[in-house]
């Protein structure tokens, strides 16, 4: 048996925080990770992730415990290691102003990568990546995706002797994330590369040999994929959705017993669940009642939801936020609250947006979902009426978006990918504001901060800037829906936050959508596109599948149909193919 | 009617929003004041064209009465001070070059022969041009001095004085630098804060929250420039209270008639700020278009050099420069006195810049393409 590549004895890291003193980011954490093989770091925001990537690659010198990397003690020498590793930060350096070829050239000057070496080097990145064909186009030109594919290819410039990834796939689509995983697999199959990644996807945890399971700074749990997912052995099942039931509607009713079930999620169309360990046939068999139930075979996820699950001492988030939010009036009546007729978006000669129609109905969830660069951002944008279109008919809310704009902003709310209040104003005042904007009188808005700070468990004096992650984007909610809008965007709102928050998030939403309002959002997470009525998936600005999200999976065919992830990988795969045999003939 | 209270209250509602953005803010609080007070502290000491010691030296080839009895009367001053006694003319240069005197004051050998004569007889004060204010201040000083000689000699026989400043024989003095700080100082802080607004928001992402806000562009508008605008007035206010009572530099006009003057000009000034905003997107670059404006502002505006001396084309330019007709209004209403009617043709230009820059801010607002 080799050495380990890392190995941590009782590791501490401790911040100092102006508001609530001293934060142990990682606390008396011990582990090794074997040479040569894929390990996962995986954990809820919080978890110390970050920290102990950074101490990994030298950036942060430990507080106590003893840390070596590559058999060097990384506080005695992090020059030494330094020399020895890559490592890709969350966001990664990129010029955006020097090209593809040029940035991987400064890269390669700044690690001193001998010019003969950097020929075979870089004809390897560039076919990996699969970049040749735009080493001359600037950095800042490339899409999401293709910068993180260009920040590994940077990072890889040369043969490092331990890969550290941080979060790499966090906004990436899953295309992208699936040539990234590929590019990562190869190294470790062909060069023997040992990699070391933290991620909140589970499904990219699967593929790794270890994976250590964090929380609170501490290893939770470890082993390889099969071992811990025996955790979950004979308690998870699959509730199959009775016709005429939303997924979501039953999924929101198993999630709700905390006592009993553990997790609940809508997948392909039914809902996947699991129990709590001490069976209380009884009880089960009345909360799930005439539905119909099958043992399915344990995931990893389901292992990752109970052992943290197991740690949270309060009930999950989600019982703050479920009471039902305003109901607005005229509820789900089935008529169309957008109507989407061949809207066109150019930006010069670049067509963002072709010639797209739809239409979504009062109280339905519409997911819009593509690859990054796809247009799908365009379209939200236009929607709400912050990017005027070149052409073609918008109706929101029953107005005309090119003509009465105002009108038909005031039946709208909307939430940003990032926190987007104002941080040096407290939780009150933000409200106090968008309320005032949105012209409620002095009675109703009071009346209205009292709901959504109750509703949200917000503390209304609190300064906004230094609420933590998840406590931000209940703000953002709550300022979204402070004037009961008729519709809600929201751009992104899972993107970087944790399986657990999320979870909570989604209850937030349906209970919204049961109350009937109509939600348009934006997600990479495919498995969330479940939760949504109809989804639509858009690339290079051509609408490619419109429906539910069965419908959606039949159309990708018998391999697509499966999970939502392959079906979104199939149509996307289809399309591109289909255009360039166009292009061709 | 309705529809009215609306406006009003929502745009209210993004006054009360920005004002309690700038003041919870410790960083942005201090600005307010402390810049504003400092500055005007430091223009009113530190950059005075006022006489208060002045080095000199002498190079007296006549030796006679009325050269010992000149060089009494002007030591006796208490501000020239004699830092040398040169012997021939050769030393002249040394001294004006190395700064160790501002002028040498040299009587000629024919000096007392020429005003036994009964003839002119001039002396020579050579000048170092490029401390010309100050220079400047001490000539004339100088010939005060002579003059009221002359005048104890009767008019008998009158002592010209032939002046001769080097490198910048157009000198020209000026002392009327303070009342102007009340506008340019209060600019340079609201073009700032203008310039910061919008593109701070663009930057942390809160204008898109602000505009999916049925909030209309004149309201978003009135909303980012009225406390701009308010802020700016305090700031003028604070200059204006510290020249009229610490320096007690007398005040001839009316104060109504400054204020209107002032709101106008930092109208006009928000404007421009708001501008920058609405192109910039994010802080760093409103914060370099507002540097990269400051410069010609200023010394476009008649602060420093009048108007009149620059060359044709510059002049037609300071015609966009609310800072010229800023400080022009100031000054002659509180150094001269003047009437609105006097100042009237000033507002023209203002509101001109105003009603261009304020619409146009507004319309970037929204179809600014990111």
Known sequence: MTAPTVEAREVRKSFDDADTGTVAAVDGLSLSVRKGQLTALVGPDGAGKTTLMRMFAGLMTPDGGALSVLGIDVARDPQQVQDRISYMPQRFGLYEDLSVQENLDLYADLHGVPMDARRDRFARMLEMTDMARFTDRPAGKLSGGMKQKLGLACTLVRSPDLLLLDEPSVGVDPLSRRDLWR???????????????????????????????????????????????????????????????????????????????????????????????????????????????????EELEDAFMMLLRQQEDEAPASAAATRPAAVVEGTADGKPVIVVRDLVRKFGDFTAVASTSFEVRRGEIFGLLGPNGAGKTTTFRMLCGLLPATSGQLDVAGRD???????????????????????????????????????????????????????????????????????????????????????????????GIDPLARRAFWRTITALAQGGVTIIITTHFMEEAEYCDRIAIQDAGEMLALGTPREVRELAGTDGARDMNSAFIAVVEDARARRSRAEAA | MQAIALYI?????????????????????????????????????????????????????????TSTELLARIEATGIFARVATLDNASQIAGQIDSGDSLLVVVFPPDFESRLAAQTEAPMQVILDGRNSATSSAAASQIAAIVGAYNQSLGATSPISILRRAWFNPNYESRWNLM???????????????????????????TFDQLLVTPLTPSQILIGKALPSIIIGLVQSTIIFLVILFWFQIPMAGSVWLLYFGLVTFTIAAVGIGLSISAVSLTMQQAMLYTFMLIMP???????????????????????????????????RVYLEGATFADVATNFIPLLAVAAVTLPLSAWLFRNRLS
């Open chain 2, 9 to 65: 209250t929502q745009t209210i509602a993004l006054i009360r929003k920005e004002m309690l953005a700038l003041l919870k803010d410790p960083s942005s609080r201090a600005l307010l004041l402390a810049p504003a007070l400092m500055q005007t502290l430091l223009f009113g000491y530190g950059a005075t064209y006022d006489l208060t010691y002045a080095p000199f030296s002498v190079l007296d080839q006549s030796r006679g009465a």
């Open chain 1, 183 to 297: 590019i990562v697999q190869q190294l470790v199959d062909d060069e023997g590369l040992s990699v070391i990644v933290s991620t909140s996807y589970m499904d990219e945890a699967e593929r790794c040999a270890q994976v250590f399971v964090m929380h609170r700074g501490k290893v939770l749990a470890e082993g390889t994929p099969d071992a811990l997912r025996e955790r979950a052995h004979g308690l998870t099942y699959t509730a199959l959705t009775p016709p005429g039931v939303a997924a979501r509607d039953l999924q929101a009713r198993l999630i709700d017993a905390p006592h009993l079930v553990i997790d609940a999620v809508p997948q392909g169309g039914n809902v996947r669940y699991i129990l709590q360990p001490d069976e209380k046939a009884e009880e089960v068999a009345a909360l799930t009642g005439e539905i119909t139930t099958e043992p399915r075979p």
């Open chain 1, 401 to 495: 978006l090119r003509t009465a704009r105002a009108q038909a902003r005031a039946r709208i709310g909307y939430v940003a990918q990032k926190f987007a209040l104002y941080g040096t104003l407290n939780v009150r005042e933000n409200l106090q504001f968008y309320g005032r904007a949105y012209g409620l009188g002095r009675r109703a808005l009071r009346d209205r901060i009292d709901e959504m700070t109750e509703q949200f468990s917000l503390d209304p004096e609190a300064q906004s800037g230094l609420l933590p992650g998840g406590f931000k984007q209940r703000l953002s909610m709550a300022a979204g829906l402070i004037h009961q809008p008729e519709i809600l965007f929201l751009d992104e709102p899972t993107s």
């Open chain 2, 179 to 205: 009342p102007a700080m009340i506008a340019s100082l209060s600019m340079l802080q609201t073009l700032m804060l203008a310039a910061l607004s919008v593109a701070r928001e663009r930057e942390q992402g």
């Open chain 2, 297 to 331: 502002l200023m010394l476009l505006s008649g602060l420093l050099t009048p108007v009149r001396n620059m060359p044709a084309i510059l002049q037609i330019a300071t015609y966009v420069n609310p800072l010229r007709f800023g400080i022009d209004t100031v000054r």
